[in-house]
């Protein structure tokens, strides 16, 4: 034995003797026997071997041993499908490739040819002996390759072999009618098939063939399984059909072709019958829950695709490279087996869709992002149309409207999202779109300002008298007026935090998202509010929504000839600006057909000129005056703050909201300052001191910081019983109020701008611009003071027969205080510092409205909860005053006709 080559072989050899010790069938001697063989019984199978081994050992020379037997598969009519495995030889024999699809040696074997058929019954027990022994130390099943079997095969080969021979005593015979053919073929055959299978894969993504490996059923099936593993099957033309979970898989005994998968679009149609291979170790109910196992697998990798394309590469590239054991299937696979082709990559392909995909979307995003082109933007607005649509034809209240809306958009995308990914991106753009229109949508309204400020430069010193002695007085500078741009840039519609919870924000959102960005063909104008310097305010309805707002519509031709443009801008920049409760707030701006409208909160209780009228005496009660002036001047006080002087406050610009509180509006007339916020130490002025006069209201418990009972709420205003017999006796501060006023006190107001514009009303104009000195921040408190003596007693203090006179009354006309009605000397006091000729004297010229607020008339008033305090009561009957919108303008639907006419609005402005 020792002229083999390879210790292993020697092994084998063993091994397969020693199996055959467990045989209990024997064949007769072959041909000749040593008497060495002659130990052993004649007729054994060891016998045999041995007989045969010896007349090897004499003919044959190990080279011929080496190349023959050693690397061949068999492949014999009788043992076809026997159950292979990869021995160590065999991965030697790799680097000695065969031609593939040929039998290289597989010379017919004949009794004529000794030596070839010894030869061929050695490579033959060589080669078992090796498999088995492999199979020993490699497969863990041992039911996969029972060596009984195995022994039993070898034994009936050789049995096979000697019986032909004995047969034919001798002679020459037809090699090709009587004898045993053994295919050998190379095991490169085998991993050169196996390996097709990826690159099948990859290379045609419609197809691939997959094919049993020569493990046996094993293999074959697991290679099948690891492929079904990766690809969902469907049923067309397939016996391995996948229905809702269950499976069906026909095999067919005597198929010998492999089965055939189409991939198409990772669906994997297995075309031919799965092949059963009969001899082998595995059954076909083996087999089959394999099968059932990888299909079971498949199912939880479907939703798993980068799990199915790494197993893919993973499982396929681990096909085990050994041959099958029925070799015709083999090399059937093999021819069945197209040759790899420069893959077009399917996983490539998928991935480049991938990237193909999210390329545009990203595409889409960048381009709504900076600029709509046609196309996108095409796209996109259909999109958004869409979503739009189907919410206004759903009958739901504006107010639920917009939220009706979101949950719509959010709940399409979801199913979207559920249903396909492109579309979820189809509805994000719509969402981006939707963002970008309302985003386009406030550029161009600011761009509408831009344009209209380039054109109308603020730039103004004309002087402008009104008909009535109350009109405001127009003489317009801003030499002091720091630059509109950089206060606009800061604030925006959006931006106003205390009135971020309010519906109409969401009720404009709701239709600027339908519609696009607003315009006057958006609102229903109900009526005539007013009628002003500048422009007229309706009351108008946001169609769809029942929100009510005031729009203010000013004609820019008009403005334009009237040189009053720059009134109009101050007024848009300020009203931008403002958030505060007793302010104004724009809700949008718009021009419409030349015409530029500010929408803003609609105030239905009118104005304190209107509301004092109807007051009993024509004047409001000390409490109720006291309220609506502390609001004004919280207002006053945050103006200047903002650096805005008002210059036109008069109890006309004082509207009333529908809860009762006030708010300031008409900005026209402001001046836009610097204003530097200043630390400022507190000097005692313990004889000068306002504060130290004791109030009329001072005995109210709502000097409690933290009083914010309702109850608690209604003294703050309510009238003390004011004696005017004697004084009250002062008291003295209590140590806390004295540290508390020693402090530093922060101080934001415009004391250094200065403006020699002549502007104002006649009754309210202060002495120093009617000197035309120059004026500052303290016009302001001068006209604070003639509206708490005007709401006091129902007239201002230099009204003169006319215009002439009253302006001539204010400059040198000593203030007078009628005898009724009655007022507190608390009241008087405020009015007679506050209406002081010299701006300089004048209480809050220093300090502003901290100033005044501390003064003993607001003693009492928790000024931070003054939003939470009960207003003064209003009419029954309450008429505003507004013009119905009757004819001419009235259709009869309670609708303007310029609604009618849609954006050409040809009603009467001024
Ligand atoms: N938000 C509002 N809610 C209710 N009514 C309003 C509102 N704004 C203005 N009005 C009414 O419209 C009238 C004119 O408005 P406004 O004073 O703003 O216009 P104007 O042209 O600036 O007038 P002015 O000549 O006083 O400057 C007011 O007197 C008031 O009665």
């Given at each position: 034995?020792?002229?083999?080559a390879?210790?292993?072989?020697?092994?084998e050899?063993?091994?397969v003797?020693?199996?055959?010790?467990?045989?209990?069938?024997?064949?007769k001697?072959?041909?000749?026997?040593?008497?060495?063989?002659?130990?052993?019984?004649?007729?054994?199978?060891?016998?045999?071997i041995?007989?045969?081994?010896?007349?090897?050992?004499?003919?044959?020379?190990?080279?011929?041993?080496?190349?023959?037997s050693?690397?061949?598969h068999?492949?014999?009519?009788a043992?076809?499908?026997?159950?292979?495995?990869?021995s160590?030889?065999?991965?030697?024999?790799?680097?000695?490739?065969?031609?593939?699809?040929?039998t290289?040696?597989?010379?017919?074997?004949g009794?004529?040819?000794?030596?070839?058929l010894?030869?061929?019954?050695?490579?033959?027990?060589?080669?078992?002996?090796?498999?088995?022994?492999?199979?020993?130390?490699?497969?863990?099943?041992?039911?996969?390759?029972?060596?009984?079997?195995?022994?039993d095969r070898i034994?009936?080969?050789?049995?096979?072999?000697l019986?032909?021979?004995?047969?034919?005593?001798?002679?020459?015979?037809?090699?090709?009618?009587?004898?045993?053919?053994?295919?050998?073929t190379p095991?490169?055959?085998?991993?050169?098939?196996?390996?097709?299978?990826?690159?099948v894969?990859?290379?045609k993504?419609?197809?691939?063939?997959?094919?049993?490996?020569?493990?046996?059923?094993r293999?074959?099936?697991?290679?099948?399984?690891?492929?079904?593993?990766?690809?969902?099957?469907?049923?067309?033309?397939?016996?391995?059909?996948?229905?809702?979970?269950?499976?069906?898989?026909?095999?067919?005994?005597?198929?010998?072709?492999?089965?055939?998968m189409?991939?198409?679009?990772?669906?994997?149609?297995?075309?031919?019958?799965?092949?059963?291979?009969p001899?082998?170790?595995?059954?076909?109910v083996?087999a089959?829950?394999?099968?059932?196992?990888?299909?079971?697998?498949?199912?939880?990798v479907q939703?798993?695709?980068?799990?199915?394309?790494?197993?893919?590469?993973?499982k396929?590239?681990?096909?085990?490279s050994?041959?099958?054991e029925?070799?015709k299937?083999?090399?059937?696979?093999?021819?069945?087996?197209?040759?790899p082709?420069?893959r077009?990559?399917r996983?490539?392909?998928?991935?480049?869709?991938?990237?193909?995909?999210?390329?545009?979307?990203?595409?889409?995003?960048?381009?709504?992002?900076?600029?709509?082109?046609?196309?996108?933007?095409?796209t996109?607005?259909?999109?958004c149309?869409?979503?739009?649509?189907?919410?206004?034809?759903?009958?739901?209240?504006?107010?639920?409207?917009?939220?009706?809306?979101?949950?719509?958009?959010?709940?399409?995308e979801?199913?979207k999202?559920?249903?396909?990914?492109?579309?979820?991106?189809?509805?994000?753009?719509?969402?981006?779109?939707?963002?970008e229109?309302?985003?386009q949508?406030?550029?161009?309204?600011e761009?509408?300002v831009?344009?209209?400020?380039?054109?109308?430069?603020?730039?103004?010193?004309?002087?402008?008298?009104?008909?009535?002695?109350?009109?405001?007085?127009r003489?317009?500078?801003?030499?002091?007026?720091?630059?509109?741009?950089?206060?606009?840039?800061?604030?925006?519609?959006?931006?106003k935090?205390?009135?971020?919870?309010d519906v109409?924000?969401?009720?404009i959102?709701?239709?600027?998202?339908?519609?696009?960005?607003?315009?006057?063909r958006?609102?229903?104008?109900?009526?005539?509010?007013?009628?002003?310097?500048?422009?007229?305010?309706?009351?108008?309805?946001?169609?769809?929504t029942?929100?009510?707002?005031?729009i203010?519509?000013?004609?820019?031709?008009?403005?334009?000839?009237?040189k009053?443009?720059?009134?109009?801008?101050?007024?848009?920049a300020i009203?931008?600006?403002?958030?505060?409760?007793f302010l104004?707030?724009?809700?949008?701006?718009?021009i419409?057909?030349?015409?530029?409208?500010?929408?803003?909160?609609?105030?239905?209780?009118?104005?304190?000129?209107?509301?004092?009228?109807?007051?009993?005496?024509?004047?409001?009660?000390?409490?109720?005056?006291?309220?609506?002036?502390a609001e004004?001047l919280?207002?006053?006080?945050?103006?200047?703050?903002?650096?805005?002087?008002?210059?036109?406050?008069?109890?006309?610009?004082?509207?009333?909201?529908?809860?009762?509180?006030?708010m300031?509006?008409?900005?026209?007339?402001?001046?836009?300052?610097?204003?530097?916020?200043?630390?400022?130490?507190?000097?005692?002025h313990?004889?000068?001191?306002?504060?130290?006069?004791?109030?009329?209201?001072?005995?109210?418990?709502?000097i409690?910081?933290?009083?914010?009972?309702?109850?608690c709420?209604?003294?703050?205003?309510?009238?003390?019983l004011?004696?005017?017999?004697?004084?009250?006796k002062?008291?003295?501060?209590?140590?806390?109020?004295?540290?508390?006023?020693s402090?530093?006190?922060?101080?934001?107001?415009?004391?250094?701008?200065?403006?020699?514009?002549f502007?104002?009303t006649?009754?309210?104009?202060a002495?120093?611009?009617?000197?035309?000195e120059g004026?500052g921040?303290?016009?302001?408190w001068w006209?604070?003071?003639?509206?708490l003596?005007e709401?006091?007693?129902?007239?201002t203090?230099?009204?003169?027969?006319?215009?002439?006179?009253?302006?001539?009354?204010?400059?040198?006309?000593?203030?007078?205080?009628?005898?009724?009605?009655?007022?507190?000397?608390?009241?008087?006091?405020?009015?007679?510092?506050?209406v002081?000729?010299?701006?300089?004297?004048?209480?809050?010229?220093?300090?502003?409205?901290?100033?005044?607020?501390?003064?003993?008339?607001?003693?009492?008033l928790?000024?931070?909860?003054?939003?939470c305090?009960i207003?003064?009561?209003?009419?029954?009957?309450?008429?505003?005053g507004?013009?119905?919108?009757?004819?001419?303008?009235?259709?009869?639907?309670?609708?303007?006709?310029?609604k009618?006419?849609?954006?050409?609005?040809?009603?009467?402005?001024?």
């Open positions: 034995m020792g002229s083999f390879g210790a292993c072989e020697i092994v050899e063993k091994d003797v020693r199996l055959a010790k467990h045989s209990s069938r024997y064949c001697p072959a041909l000749g026997s040593s008497s060495k063989d002659m130990e052993r019984p004649v007729g054994s199978m060891e016998y045999d041995d007989q045969l081994f010896q007349s090897i050992s004499i003919k044959q020379s190990p080279g011929r041993v080496m190349g023959s050693s690397f061949h068999l492949e014999t009519s043992s076809a499908g026997t159950s292979r495995s990869t160590p030889s065999k991965k030697s024999a790799m680097k000695k490739p065969f031609p593939m699809g040929v290289p040696r597989s010379p017919r074997v009794p004529s040819d000794s030596v070839s010894k030869q061929a019954l050695r490579d033959l027990c060589i080669s078992k002996a090796s498999e088995m022994a492999a199979q020993k130390r490699l497969s863990k099943s041992a039911a996969a390759s029972p060596r009984v079997s195995e022994a034994k009936s080969l050789y049995r096979q072999v019986n032909e021979s004995a047969g034919r005593s001798g002679l020459p015979v037809d090699k090709g009618k009587s004898l045993v053919e053994v295919s050998l095991v490169d055959d085998i991993p050169s098939s196996s390996k097709s299978v990826p690159d894969l990859e290379t993504p419609s197809k691939f063939l997959s094919e049993p490996s020569q493990s046996g059923n293999s074959g099936l697991q290679s099948l399984r690891e492929t079904v593993l990766l690809y969902k099957s469907n049923n067309s033309g397939s016996s391995l059909s996948f229905g809702s979970g269950d499976f069906e898989i026909d095999f067919e005994e005597n198929a010998t072709s492999p089965p055939h189409v991939i198409e679009d990772g669906v994997v149609e297995i075309d031919k019958h799965v092949t059963s291979v001899s082998c170790s595995g059954s076909k083996d089959e829950k394999e099968l059932e196992k990888s299909i079971y697998l498949s199912a939880r939703s798993e695709p980068k799990a199915v394309k790494s197993g893919l590469e993973g396929l590239d681990n096909v085990p050994s041959g099958t029925n070799i299937l083999v090399n059937k696979v093999k021819r069945n087996i197209p040759r082709k420069p077009p990559k996983k490539i392909l998928v991935k480049k869709k991938l990237r193909v995909v999210v390329a545009s979307a990203t595409k889409m995003v960048e381009e709504t992002d900076t600029s709509l082109e046609p196309s996108a933007s095409q996109l607005c259909q999109k149309h869409c979503s739009l649509k189907s919410i206004t034809t759903e009958n739901h209240p504006p107010t639920n409207g917009l939220r009706s809306l979101s949950e719509n958009v959010s709940n399409k979801t199913s999202e559920s249903s396909n990914s492109c579309e979820v991106n189809d509805s994000r753009e719509a969402n981006i779109v939707m963002q229109h309302a985003i949508t406030n550029y161009s309204e761009g509408d831009n344009e209209q400020r380039r054109e109308n430069p603020t730039s103004s010193d004309k002087i402008i008298f009104s008909l009535s002695s109350k009109d405001s007085i003489n317009y500078s801003s030499s002091t007026s720091m630059s509109e741009e950089s206060n606009l840039s800061r604030f925006s519609c959006g931006n935090p205390h009135m971020s919870m109409r924000w969401e009720a959102k709701h239709v600027k998202l339908q519609c696009g960005p607003l315009g006057l958006h609102f229903n104008l109900l009526k005539k509010l007013g009628c002003g310097d500048i422009g007229t305010v309706y009351l108008a309805e946001l169609v769809g029942n929100c009510l707002f005031a203010k519509v000013m004609d820019n031709e008009f403005l334009a000839r009237r009053k443009t720059p009134r109009a801008q101050a007024e848009r009203l931008k600006m403002l958030d505060h409760p104004p707030t724009l809700y949008a701006q718009f419409s057909d030349n015409l530029s409208c500010l929408v803003m909160e609609y105030c239905p209780g009118g104005d304190l000129h209107v509301l004092r009228q109807k007051q009993l005496n024509r004047c409001f009660s000390e409490p109720a005056a006291r309220f609506y002036v004004v919280l207002a006053l006080e945050y103006l200047h703050m903002l650096g805005v002087i008002y210059r036109d406050l008069k109890p006309e610009n004082i509207l009333v909201r529908e809860d009762g509180h006030i300031l509006t008409d900005f026209d007339l402001s001046l836009r300052c610097e204003v530097n916020p200043t630390l400022l130490k507190t000097t005692s313990a004889g000068k001191d306002p504060a130290r006069m004791s109030g009329p209201y001072n005995t109210s418990n709502c409690q910081p933290l009083c914010i009972e309702p109850s709420r209604v003294p703050c205003f309510s009238p003390r004011l004696s005017n017999s004697k004084p009250r002062q008291r003295r501060p209590d140590l806390l109020t004295q540290q508390f006023r402090l530093p006190q922060l101080v934001a107001e415009p004391t250094e701008a200065r403006s020699n514009s502007v104002g006649h009754e309210y104009l002495p120093e611009i009617i000197k035309g004026h921040a303290a016009v302001d006209t604070f003071g003639v509206l003596y709401l006091l007693y129902g007239k203090p230099f009204k003169g027969y006319d215009n002439e006179e009253t302006l001539s009354n204010v400059v040198f006309q000593n203030l007078k205080f009628p005898d009724s009605p009655l007022v507190s000397f608390q009241a008087k006091d405020l009015i007679r510092r506050l002081m000729k010299d701006p300089e004297s004048r209480l809050g010229s220093v300090k502003g409205a901290a100033e005044i607020k501390r003064h003993p008339f607001f003693e009492g928790n000024w931070a909860l003054i939003r305090a207003p003064p009561e209003l009419p029954d009957v309450y008429d505003n507004a013009t119905e919108a009757t004819s001419p303008q009235g259709n009869g639907n309670g609708y303007l006709e310029c009618a006419m849609g954006d050409h609005l040809e009603f009467e402005l001024f």
